[in-house]
Antibody, heavy 121, light 110 residues
Framework: EVRLVQSGAEVKKAGESLKISCKGS????????IGWVRQKPGKGPEWVGI????????RYSPSFQGQVTISADMSITTAYLQWSSLKASDTAMYYC??????????????WGQGTLVTVSS | QSVLTQPPSASGTPGQRVTISCSGS????????AYWYQQLPGPAPKVLIY???KRPSGVPDRFSGSKSGTSASLAISGLQSEDEADYYC???????????FGTGTKVTVL
């Protein structure tokens, strides 16, 4: 069974750093793309970026490039999303998902349960 | 601001057919496949339609997708109360080199 389990909710202050995680199981983690999506309260999802843990190839949405860092540790089948200096506008639910990325089929087929990040100013 | 535009809402009575449109451009739907996600209150979005018209196993055949030019559509026939949710289209955008989601449509069952 494919499973993606995310780390728990975080409450932080603006300017602090944060790293949230997404642990995959039940599939070949190293030969799958893992993606992150941001969803602000009452808004639609926004694609943050993806990583291929097998070689750490990473792609970012232009809206998020330079704002976050996506990484992965193959040895523990875990992907990460991190911020070096949080802003209040980063407050949102963040979902990880397995992203089918082939050039002609691009979609999330499995998702984590989400990590709520709350940043106070 | 999303590059894929959807109507903010749609509604119907049980048993009716509801159609949701998704308007894009030549850099996304015009040159790549369209996808549809359903998001119920709480959990992450779930893919309903992939590659324009294909349904993952477990998705009822009441849901169907189509694409024409730079637009895509999702149809829900035989509307049921459990279909009340937010629906998002999505596609790869070659200009942005990123995956983009639509603005979303809230479906209400009257």
């Amino acid at each position: 069974e494919v499973r993606l389990v995310q780390s728990g909710a975080e409450v932080k202050k603006a300017g602090e750093s944060l790293k949230i995680s997404c642990k995959g199981s039940g599939f070949s983690f190293t030969s799958s793309w893992i993606g992150w999506v941001r969803q602000k309260p009452g808004k639609g999802p926004e694609w943050v970026g993806i990583i291929y843990p097998g070689d750490s190839d990473t792609r970012y949405s232009p809206s998020f490039q330079g704002q976050v860092t996506i990484s992965a540790d193959m040895s523990i089948t875990t992907a990460y999303l991190q911020w070096s200096s949080l802003k209040a506008s980063d407050t949102a639910m963040y979902y990880c998902g397995r992203f089918q990325y082939s050039g002609y089929e691009d979609y999330f087929d499995y998702w984590g349960q989400g990590t709520l990040v709350t940043v106070s100013s | 601001q999303s590059v894929l535009t959807q109507p903010p809402s749609a509604s119907g009575t049980p048993g009716q057919r509801v159609t949701i449109s998704c308007s894009g451009s030549s850099s996304n739907i015009g040159s790549n496949a369209a996808y549809w996600y359903q998001q119920l209150p709480g959990p992450a979005p779930k893919v309903l339609i992939y590659s324009n018209h294909k349904r993952p196993s477990g998705v009822p055949d009441r849901f169907s997708g189509s694409k024409s030019g730079t637009s895509a559509s999702l149809a829900i026939s035989g509307l049921q109360s459990e279909d009340e949710a937010d629906y998002y289209c999505a596609a790869w955008d070659d200009g942005l080199n990123a995956y983009v989601f639509g603005t979303g449509t809230k479906v209400t069952v009257l």
